[in-house]
């Protein structure tokens, strides 16, 4: 593994990727048209090609697919990265068929899509093979140089985990002692490295400088570490105002409008596929047996909290008796005010699916933290720290803590903190497959609860 093994093999990636995605789109062409050229002149697939390869470099440069944080090669982190490059590359190709409103074939874009995800999934582990064998013919395995405080190496030492054990890389350590600094060059000067991953947290100025200056007269590559609890768990990126780097602190990666986009599309799609086939028919069913159960309209419309605190109207199908508490009293088990088809539609979280409507009006999202009632929530604010995090994105028609079983009533702080914990890491972890495991995981969560 040599010095830039993790830009040569990006480099090597990304030219491979645009070679395949070129290759896949005339696999696509000759399955559907065979070997009929006339076709790709007079329907503007010339231009379309010169598109998709536009888009590949847009999406790329947004999702950040060729950097260097993205070179793990776990095989989940692989599928995701493949995954959401695909997705926001349809997005765009969809919204190009749009302007130029020209017809391509619906069968021909499957194939090229197939074509381009089976291909590139295998060329991310051909490609590492072909750097892998180069490096060790060549005997050169790459050293990094690890300082800093015991916990972060250790996180360095996982990140790196498969290239250890595949033996091309070789880890050293140089741990931070306080009192003790002015040995940490005399411990470089004395080992033989080709990176440095250093923690900037302990360290003077002065003692960075002294780093830095040694890696620019030996020609070594250095990463300053910023191994502050909290900035561990948040999304930054980083600006320059003049000459002044400044690193931005983002409250989930759904600040970034791409992934703003991409939810927002998967939440349409997502609800209209539920009221169209589902809600079609179960809704009139549903609000039969309402009626019949009690006085009152078929929905419960109420105030909650849902993005940046700002309250909006929640649809539900109603479960209780017409009551002056709904919007004070929280539902509790065996409450009286429940109805007998209530109990049912809140066991099996029917009463929920009206929510895909409010999905559709862009007030809530398919997945992320259940919206409260606007008394809760200022309660419950001053209860758990840090609660209003979970309003930093739109409300969700289920969410992590709901598929993890923190479901219904909130009866104790313990309960209430457990929510939190799970939103709050839904807030600052959202991706697309997370949002598509959740979905599968509050199904399973369902049928569970009533075997």
């Known amino acids: 593994m040599e010095k830039n093994f993790y830009t040569r093999l990006q480099l090597l990636r990304k030219s491979g990727d645009y070679l395949l995605i070129n290759i896949s789109f005339f696999i696509a062409y000759f399955l559907k048209f065979g070997n009929d050229l006339s076709v790709f002149g007079s329907n503007n697939y010339l231009s379309f090609l010169l598109f998709f390869n536009l888009a590949w470099a847009v999406a790329a440069s947004v999702l950040n697919t060729y950097s260097y944080s993205q070179a793990n090669v776990s095989t989940l982190r692989t599928i995701n990265i493949l995954f959401r490059i695909l997705f926001l590359h349809l997005l765009l190709v969809v919204a190009f068929n749009g302007v130029i409103k020209t017809y391509f074939s619906r069968l021909f874009i499957l194939y090229t899509y197939i074509s381009i995800g089976i291909l590139i999934l ?22 990094v140089l690890l300082i800093g405080v015991k916990v972060p190496l250790t996180e360095f030492e996982e990140y790196f985990s498969f290239f250890l054990d595949i033996g091309i890389i070789k880890i050293e350590k140089i741990e931070i002692e306080e009192g003790k600094e002015e040995k940490i060059l005399q ?9 440095i991953f250093l923690s900037v947290s302990n360290l003077g100025e002065g003692y960075i400088n002294d780093i830095i200056d040694y890696t620019d007269e030996h020609l070594k590559n250095i990463h300053l570490v910023i191994d502050e609890p909290y900035l561990n768990s948040r999304h930054l990126s980083l600006a320059r105002f003049g000459q002044t780097p400044v690193i931005n602190l983002k409250l989930s990666p759904l600040d970034n409008i791409s992934n703003q986009l991409i939810k927002r599309i998967f939440d349409i799609v997502f609800s209209f596929f539920v009221i169209v086939f589902i809600l079609s028919w179960l809704y009139p069913l549903i609000a039969l047996f309402i009626k019949l159960s009690s006085k009152g309209p078929v929905l419960f419309n109420q105030e909650r909290t849902g993005l940046n605190n700002q309250p909006f109207i929640c649809h539900k199908f109603r479960t209780m008796k017409l009551n002056e508490k709904s919007d004070e009293v929280q539902a509790i088990e065996g409450d009286s005010r429940i109805t007998r088809i209530g109990k049912f539609l809140r066991k099996s979280s029917i009463d929920e699916l009206p929510q895909f409507f409010n999905v559709l009006k862009g007030e809530m999202s398919v997945v992320g933290p259940r919206p409260h009632m606007l008394k809760h929530t200022e309660e419950y604010r001053k209860a758990v720290g840090k609660f209003m995090l979970r309003h930093a994105i739109k409300p969700g028609i289920t969410g992590l803590a709901q598929a993890k079983g923190y479901r219904g009533e909130i009866r104790n702080l313990q309960l209430l903190e457990g929510r939190v914990k799970y939103d709050r890491f839904y807030v600052e972890n959202w991706s697309l497959s997370l949002d598509v495991k959740i979905i599968f995981m509050t199904i399973f969560t369902v049928f569970k609860s009533h075997l």
């Open 122 to 143: 295998v060329w991310r582990y051909i490609s590492l093979w072909i750097l892998v064998n180069r490096a060790k013919n060549k005997g050169k395995i790459n050293k």
């Open 187 to 195: 411990k470089i000067n004395k080992t033989e490295f080709s990176e």
